[in-house]
């Protein structure tokens, strides 16, 4: 699903949720002066509150879903990351709230009226509504993988469960039980609070870098594996990012391959992560020329070897020292953590064997030179064609 869809979406399902939350509030809170019911009210006001936060997802979510551009090259996730927090320290502040105001209700319980009966039915469409709203919410934020639409979600159902707590308390009420009222305030506030710890670690895990579980892990090499042409595995990082995966990944490929075939693979790599999981944003692949220490950075194996210049400099004076007439046509290096494996080719065919050979013996006091061969292209020159 693209970006527009998706914001599209997430738009979509939160302004019916809001428009739900506001209808909701007044109802509750008109009802709740009508019937005497303090619980009702109060139930009343958090739905309000949920049109509050209604209105952050949907700011939140526009920003989130926005593609990725010059001061945000990896997109726009973190904003929903720490949209999500934002609502976990709202579920906490909430759950804080219903717990004092609960507090304060059991400290002297003889002034408090009893509800009538009437707010039974004003709970129960609360209940059925919001449960609504949450299992539509929950489908597209599955769909889209959005942690924020997940917390906006589990409000709704935060609510659905405060308004059970009045159902049971006005029906206590009615049956000289006043303070089951509070009892299942503080039930729900505690609920909410779980639910606001859970947000809240996971999306600080996330700003924090942690990579993805052992058993994702897994389930990503094993696709990658599967490719024709990657040897192993040799580094995989991994973060994530408004929900979705970012990946670094180090493979092992066959050390004589072309520097275009390394990229092909890599692009395989990528097309096979990104269409077998959804949730992939973006792989980084770095190409290996064989399976090297895992504990190492990319690319920090080989730091103690010569560069090409230095070498191709070596292999052309030796080359004139010992005046070898033959022209040089190509010089390949093969950079391994024994060494260097180098490959000439010559146009013809070397014209002085003795003389190759003192030129193999002279580069053998180099130990960082694990090999060399003199070929002809001889052969190559008289039958190469090209295919249009």
């Known amino acids: 699903m693209s970006a527009v869809s998706?914001?599209?979406?997430a738009t979509r399902v939160t302004l019916v949720g809001m428009w739900l939350d506001l209808f909701l509030g007044i109802g509750k809170i008109v009802g709740g002066v009508l019937t005497q019911s303090f619980a009702l009210i109060t139930d009343g006001i958090h739905s309000i509150t949920d049109v509050i936060t209604d209105i952050f997802v949907l700011i939140v979510a526009r920003i989130s879903n926005t593609s990725p551009d010059e001061e945000h090259q990896y997109g726009h996730g973190r904003f929903e990351t720490l949209g999500t927090i934002a609502m976990g320290i709202v579920f906490f502040t909430t759950a804080g709230i219903l717990l004092y105001d609960s507090y304060q209700r059991?400290?002297?319980t003889a002034d408090i009226p009893i509800p009538a009966i009437s707010g039974v039915a004003i709970a129960l469409v609360s209940i059925a509504s919001k449960e609504w709203i949450y299992q539509y919410t929950m489908r597209v934020a599955n769909r889209l993988n959005s942690s924020l639409l997940k917390a906006n979600a589990w409000h709704s159902r935060t609510d659905a469960i405060s308004s059970?707590?009045?159902?049971?308390?006005?029906v206590a009420a009615q049956q000289g039980y006043p303070w089951m009222d509070t009892v299942a305030g503080i039930f729900v506030a505690l609920i909410i609070a779980k639910i606001a710890w859970e947000l809240c670690a996971d999306s600080l895990k996330e700003l924090v870098d942690t990579s993805i579980p052992k058993q994702r892990r897994t389930q990503i090499?094993?696709?990658?594996?599967?490719?024709?042409?990657?040897?192993?595995?040799?580094h995989l990082r991994s973060r994530q990012s408004g929900g979705k995966i970012i990946l670094e990944a180090s493979l092992a490929v066959n050390p004589r391959i072309s520097v275009s075939e390394?990229?092909?693979l890599g692009e395989k790599v990528t097309k096979a992560l990104c269409g077998s999981f959804s949730d992939i944003a973006d792989v980084v692949v770095h190409i290996d020329p064989e399976i090297h220490d895992s504990k190492l950075l990319p690319g920090t194996h080989q730091t103690h070897l010569p560069g090409r210049e230095e070498l191709l400099e070596i292999i052309r004076s030796k080359w004139q020292e010992l005046k070898l007439e033959d022209e040089i046509e190509s010089i390949q290096l093969h950079y391994l953590e024994e060494g260097v494996e180098i490959e000439i080719a010559v146009k013809d065919k070397l014209t002085d064997k003795k003389l190759g050979q003192k030129f193999l013996d002279s580069l053998h006091?180099?130990?960082?030179?694990?090999s060399l061969q003199i070929y002809s292209k001889l052969l190559e020159s008289k039958t190469k064609t090209s295919i249009s």
């Open 365 to 370: 006091q180099y130990p960082y030179i694990a």
């Open 6 to 9: 998706a914001k599209q979406e």
């Open 262 to 264: 390394g990229h092909q």
């Open 164 to 170: 059970i707590a009045v159902l049971i308390g006005i």
């Open 221 to 234: 090499e094993d696709c990658i594996q599967a490719i024709d042409g990657i040897i192993g595995i040799t």
């Open 106 to 108: 059991l400290r002297d």
